[in-house]
């Protein structure tokens, strides 16, 4: 397969993958994909399962899987059976065996002990890799103020930073300190955590302090300190669907973007800027700034 067509068939499997995360609350039929495709239906899907190493069902079942987790512990007073029928289940049996099957606790079991790093790997699909290359992506660059902002430094394991978020967000709302619906959300990712020992990744979680802070942070249970985040130049991309896959476009901005643009790189990682804090946003719809500070 030359170049050209293996962009375009690669293309197509994107606009598969969007139109299934458009539409886990409905049902979803191969025919359907394949017209999005412009495949056979008859090829479709052999097609999907060497591209992607899972068959149709199977993936489409851990998309809606993954959404439920993500539900399960963001929203613990969300009853299991809301959970299970919006995820395409017809009733709550047969959500928690598919559930547990795949990541070996039970829904309720995973609500109280999230265990992000075994969850992880259930979502590692070959033909998605890099997929971010193929989109032109449209680059700024702007100059940002220093900002003072509440901070929770994660140490750790890459997949338990969910962990440090929620300890995060109890601060918030208890100190009144910031206020998430008028001010910034940031993440500072030190390391690159695919590269980067368990033990030594390390991230910020952050949110921009209110006036009446006064650029300060009292003492607190959660151990969230002040720190402030640097202004300057920086190079902006935005990252439009889940979270997990923001690695992609951080590569484009350092593989492809950065060596075309003459721009040299100021001390200082890589962050990013979350647009969107609704827990029920569909993945496909979360926007995320990713900022590249530069000399």
Not at 218 to 232: C, D, H, M, R, S
Not at 249 to 260: A, D, F, G, I
């Amino acid at each position: 397969m030359n170049h050209d067509k293996a962009r375009l068939y690669q293309r197509r499997f994107l606009q598969v993958f969007a139109y299934i995360e458009q539409h886990l609350d409905s049902p979803i039929t191969v025919e359907q994909l394949s017209e999005v495709a412009c495949f056979s239906r008859f090829h479709f899907h052999r097609q999907f399962g060497q591209f992607c190493g899972v068959s149709v069902s199977r993936y489409i079942t851990l998309m809606r899987l993954k959404r439920a987790s993500f539900r399960l512990v963001q929203n613990p007073l969300e009853k299991v059976i809301g959970i299970a029928l919006d995820a395409g289940f017809e009733n709550p049996e047969s959500f928690s065996r598919a559930f547990k099957n795949t990541f070996g606790l039970s829904p309720s079991e995973f609500r109280k002990n999230p265990v992000w790093v075994d969850w992880h790997v259930h979502f590692q699909f070959p033909g998605r890799e890099n997929q971010q290359r193929l989109v032109n992506m449209e680059v700024k660059i702007i100059e940002v103020e220093p900002m003072r902002v509440a901070v929770l430094e994660h140490l750790g394991d890459p997949m338990r930073v969910n962990n440090t978020v929620a300890t995060f967000i109890e601060w918030r709302k208890a100190s009144g300190l910031s206020d998430y619906t008028q001010r910034g959300t940031y993440g500072i990712p030190y390391n690159d955590p695919l590269v980067t020992p368990g033990e030594e990744f390390r991230f910020d979680v952050c949110g921009e302090l209110d006036p009446q802070a006064n650029g300060n942070v009292p003492e607190n249970p959660q151990g969230v300190i002040a720190k402030t985040l640097p202004g300057g130049r920086c190079a902006v991309v935005r990252h439009v669907g889940a979270y997990d896959r923001i690695s992609d476009s951080v590569y484009y901005l350092y593989r492809e973007w950065l060596p075309q643009s003459e721009e040299e790189l100021r001390d200082f990682p890589v962050y990013f800027r979350y647009l969107h804090l609704d827990q029920e946003l569909p993945e496909h719809e979360q926007k995320t700034d990713i900022l590249l500070p530069l000399k």
